[in-house]
């Protein structure tokens, strides 16, 4: 993968999802905008990125770490997106024993939070292969 070609994945990449997490790396989660970054500076850590993308954009399938770090990015993503709500948001669930008004912070705690983990991973492995 050459620059350029991390510079057109970037550039594919939706804007609001470029501040989100999308790779771990040595135990640290990054974002397409960081990767860019460090990419384009030509840093060592850059070229592990990079390479790690690679690595993830040709698997068919994934080693068990591949997934535990999947899952753990795509929670992290989950839990940015909660946390920059507005402060007045509130999630109104109507279901068979009445409404329950969910609050940000009780997100975390529901059904909701690891059902839209599950739809975070299949968005992460879909933009790292572009």
């Known amino acids: 993968m050459s620059r350029a070609f991390v510079m ?58 591949d997934l535990k770090e999947l899952d753990y990015v795509a929670k992290k993503r989950v839990e940015q997106v909660i946390k920059n709500l507005p402060p007045d948001f509130s999630l109104v ?16 705690k529901t059904r909701f939070f690891e059902k839209a983990v599950e739809r975070e991973k299949k968005k992460v492995v879909k933009l790292l292969r572009g």
Do not use: F
């Open 93 to 108: 669930a109507i279901g068979a024993n009445g409404k329950r008004i969910y609050r940000p912070e009780e997100l975390l």
């Open 8 to 65: 057109s994945w970037y550039n594919r990449i939706p804007p609001a999802e470029r501040t989100l997490p999308i790779i771990m790396y040595n135990g640290k989660v990054y974002t397409p905008e960081e990767v860019y970054r460090e990419v384009m500076s030509g840093t060592r850590l850059g070229e592990a990125l990079q390479a790690k993308i690679e690595r993830l954009r040709a698997s068919h399938s994934y080693a068990l770490d």
